[in-house]
């Protein structure tokens, strides 16, 4: 009632309520993988959180600074401010131990749902016209996130992290002409500067988080703007969206999301050690720790420059030093090749128009190929970075090992790429509805090229009008004030109904012949029964109840009977 | 040295040997050699007798005679499957034998940390019958020290190959440097001294009996529990292994949730 006299009162200022009205009837797709990039979004809110928290505790300063608390090993040690300040908030700030190692595992958990969403992307071609502008603002942001667990991971100035961040200063320094330059641009002199975290910290805790929340921001509303895009299937055509209203459906499913990322963030940052500065102890030049090696959304840059061979390439006279090719280039392309990715397919497919159904894995076996590709060198570089661990768990000498993965990086990526080109190739040709159906019938039928006519007509299939298929039709009613419409289609057993109430016929028409072009209206007088629900839904209901009745009124008798106990028993108990 | 102790193992045995000592072994001796892989004796008896009445010294030398002359030679000055022992020290003997790496099971590169084959008092006789040998480190007496100034001690002269949470590393050529945790105060103080192995000796111009004393307090700290305060470990193993965690454990779950939400929305 309050909130309804409020909700009044703001909208007699602010005239909110039509935009309100349109952004709670935004439908978003069912699909799971929908949900992806909001595990990324909820990653980030639980870093902003938790990140919070830390800055007032933490003191992003070299200078000196004795610390002095429950850690005894570090006990009356003088180490720089900002490690001292590290190991006070793990050992004795309250509950600073429980939210820094969850700001960790949430910047963990941030990049790899990024990654998970990018490939989901990639993968069903949801790039492609009109979202490449959405595609490269993602790709950015991605750069933006290894970049602030770079500089997080960094600011605690431990011995670890001092020997990641030696490496990257390296790598910068080798870049030709420029590099010396660069880095003292940066640091403001040689490598361990005074001014080194200070930097960090800004570029941490204020440049990149506001760049991030306005390109998040950015993203999201060009989902809003250009409509989600979906999987096709019955009802669903390139001019509509299907899924579930924003407000009160998605809003809950998308509420219970977040909470369950908050939870196993939690949980992890409470019972899984991430992180202890306090064992690696503070930076010194002179020093190192084995095995190291950096967090794994950076452990790629890592585990090329292991691998890359230690060859002195000499370019018109100049030594370019051996850790710009896979630590420059080798990054720079990637990049590059992200950011290409949607023109590069469009200019070698030539596909140019505009899509709002998204592709199958399977429809594109180019793309697949190449996006396995590409993720199978990735997972390479990764599992090198850990090869001394790797080295001591199989026992075998690390070089004999280093030899092998040089291998492999280059074999590996092609085999991967080839099958899954082929596997591709055979489920869009054959009938194999998933994997484990395909036989080697299809694999070999692939071979031959398919008809293409064929295959362009089954593409543009949910484009076609349908009036002439059967049982297609669009239905409309009167209720109340307001008018709605759906659409059925009665041989798929579809019903699909329109998001939002218009004041009139033509209206409802107007957004029927929008989203269902050249599908039949029809004039009903009223909305239909909801469907019956199933019979184990209700069983299971109707069971839920007596059960809760039933333990309710255990509960009920077993209170009472303590408390006649506890009535004629010892008086102390029942203060 | 140690490392020529380590290195000349390789080549020490025979295969068509092995096969007919075990089998001698495994009669003489039964399961339990079989458990416990001692070095073949000349004599085929591996275990050792219990002797009440001899001196240490004959104890010693009996030991000595059936465990490890075959390889080191009946005076300890080596042969071709194993290194001289002259001038290694009661230090180096007692390292070896107390960690469990002498008497060496079978033929591979670097002996690894193991139950002790003999018992204390039996160590205690081989050691004496080794340093009548000559020369080398004495067994170094460790007291409590102080464990900030042993911090940082392992900081600058241990953490680049045991690692600075004391989990180990691999060298070079399959070699490892182990974990920390099994050590007793004596046994690291003895491997600072000695340096088994790939590790360098840091005698006492280098390092003086009380950083030693610094040193052991901390190595013997780094094994507590009470360290890992942030919970479940994951080995300290580092970035790469909470990396996988975060994959597999914390996205798994997070993807299984979305996938439960938008099947629930299917309905």
């Known amino acids: 009632m309050i909130l309804d006299r409020l909700a009044r009162a703001v909208d007699d200022r602010l005239r909110l309520s039509p935009l309100t009205r349109k952004a709670l009837a935004k439908v978003f797709p069912d699909h799971w993988s929908f949900m992806l990039g909001e595990i990324a979004l909820y990653s980030f809110v639980a ?97 933006l996130a290894l970049a602030n667990g770079f500089t997080g991971y960094s600011m605690p100035d431990d011995l670890l992290s001092g020997l990641g961040l030696r490496i990257i200063v390296s790598v910068v320094e080798s870049v030709p002409l420029v590099g010396s330059w660069l880095v003292a641009l940066g640091l403001g002199g040689e490598f361990p500067s005074d001014e080194m975290i200070p930097r960090l910290f800004v570029t941490h805790v204020l440049l990149v988080p506001a760049v991030l929340v306005a390109l998040v921001s950015v993203h999201l509303a060009m989902v809003v703007r250009q409509k989600h895009s979906q999987f096709p299937g019955p009802g669903r055509t390139e001019h509509n969206v299907v899924g579930a209203r924003f407000y009160p459906n998605y809003t809950l499913r998308s509420v219970a999301l977040f909470l369950w990322v908050l939870a196993v963030l939690f949980a992890l940052g409470g019972l899984v050690q991430i992180n202890p500065v306090w064992l690696y102890g503070p930076f010194a030049p002179a020093q190192s720790t084995s095995p190291a090696q950096p967090d794994w959304y950076v452990a790629w840059g890592d585990g090329a420059l292991r691998l890359f061979p230690p060859w002195e390439i000499h370019i018109a006279g100049h030594l370019v030093p051996a850790p710009f090719f896979p630590g420059v280039v080798l990054g720079g392309v990637t990049f590059l090749a992200l950011y290409a990715w949607p023109f590069l397919e469009r200019w070698c497919g030539g596909d140019r128009r505009a899509h709002q159904l998204l592709d199958r894995p399977r429809d594109h076996p180019v793309r697949m190929g190449v996006g396995v590709m590409a993720l199978t060198f990735f997972a390479v570089l990764v599992v090198t970075a850990g090869d001394d661990i790797l080295a001591r768990l199989l026992r075998v000498p690390v070089y004999d090992l280093l030899n092998l993965l040089r291998v492999l990086v280059l074999v590996l990526p092609v085999l991967a790429g080839a099958l899954a080109f082929l596997l591709a190739r055979a489920l869009r040709r054959g009938d194999a509805a998933r994997l484990g159906e395909l036989t080697r019938a299809d694999l070999r039928a692939a071979r031959q090229p398919a008809d293409r006519g064929d295959a362009e007509a089954a593409a543009d299939e949910p484009e076609l009008p349908a009036p002439d ?62 469907p019956l629900p199933g019979r184990v839904r209700t069983a299971l209901r109707r069971w839920g109840n007596r059960a809760l009745g039933v333990s309710l009124l255990v509960a009920a008798l077993r209170q009472r009977r303590d408390r006649r106990r506890g009535g004629h028993g010892d008086g102390p108990d029942r203060r | 040295m140690g490392v020529r102790t380590y290195r000349s193992t390789r080549r020490w045995w025979h295969p068509g040997r092995t096969v007919v000592l075990g089998a001698a072994l495994a009669l003489a001796a039964g399961p339990a050699a079989l458990a416990a892989p001692v070095a073949p004796t000349p004599s085929g008896s591996a275990a050792p007798a219990p002797n009440g009445t001899a001196s240490t010294g004959a104890r010693g030398e009996e030991l000595f005679r059936q465990n490890c002359a075959s390889c080191h030679g009946q005076q300890g000055q080596g042969s071709q499957r194993g290194p001289s022992l002259v001038g290694v020290g009661p230090a180096s003997a007692d390292f070896q034998l107390s960690t469990g790496r002498m008497p060496i099971a079978g033929e591979i590169p670097q002996p690894r940390r193991g139950e002790p084959v003999f018992s204390a008092e039996e160590i205690a006789a081989l050691v004496d019958h080794v340093a009548s040998f000559g020369g080398g480190p004495q067994i170094p007496r460790v007291q409590p020290g102080s464990l900030t100034a042993g911090r940082a001690l392992y900081a600058a002269n241990c953490a680049p190959c045991h690692g600075a949470a004391g989990t ?59 360290l890992d305060r942030g919970g479940n470990p994951l080995g300290r193993l580092g970035p790469l292994a909470e990396g996988l965690v975060a994959w597999i454990v914390a996205l798994g779950l997070l993807v299984a949730a979305a996938r439960w939400l938008g099947q629930r929305a299917g309905e």
């Open chain 2, 168 to 226: 180990g590393a691999p060298l070079t050529n399959g070699w490892i440097a182990p974990p920390l945790y099994d050590a007793t105060p004596v046994q690291v103080a003895e491997a600072i001294r000695v340096g088994p192995g790939l590790m360098p000796v840091f005698p006492s111009q280098v390092l003086t009996d009380e950083q030693v004393n610094d040193l052991t307090t901390y190595v013997r700290r780094l094994r507590a529990e009470h």
């Open chain 1, 469 to 530: 298929r059967p049982g297609e039709r669009v239905e409309l009613w009167p209720d109340g004030d307001v008018w709605r419409w759906r659409y059925r289609d009665e041989p798929a057993g579809v019903a699909i109904l329109s998001n939002r109430a218009v004041l009139t016929e033509q209206e409802a028409a107007e957004s029927a012949r929008l989203a269902y072009p050249g599908v039949d209206h029809v004039l009903v007088p009223g909305p239909p029964p909801p």
């Open chain 1, 47 to 143: 870093l902003i959180l938790t990140g919070v928290y830390l800055t007032l505790f933490f003191d992003a300063s070299s200078a000196d600074r004795v610390y002095h608390g429950a850690y005894a090993p570090l006990d009356g040690t003088t180490t720089s401010a900002a490690y001292a300040s590290t190991v006070r908030l793990s050992w004795d700030v309250r509950a600073g131990l429980l939210i820094r190692q969850t700001h960790h595992w949430s910047a963990l958990i941030f990049v790899a749902a990024i990654l998970v969403h990018l490939v989901r992307i990639f993968f069903t071609g949801a790039f492609r016209k009109p979202r490449e502008l959405n595609w490269l603002v993602g790709v950015t942001m991605l750069l």
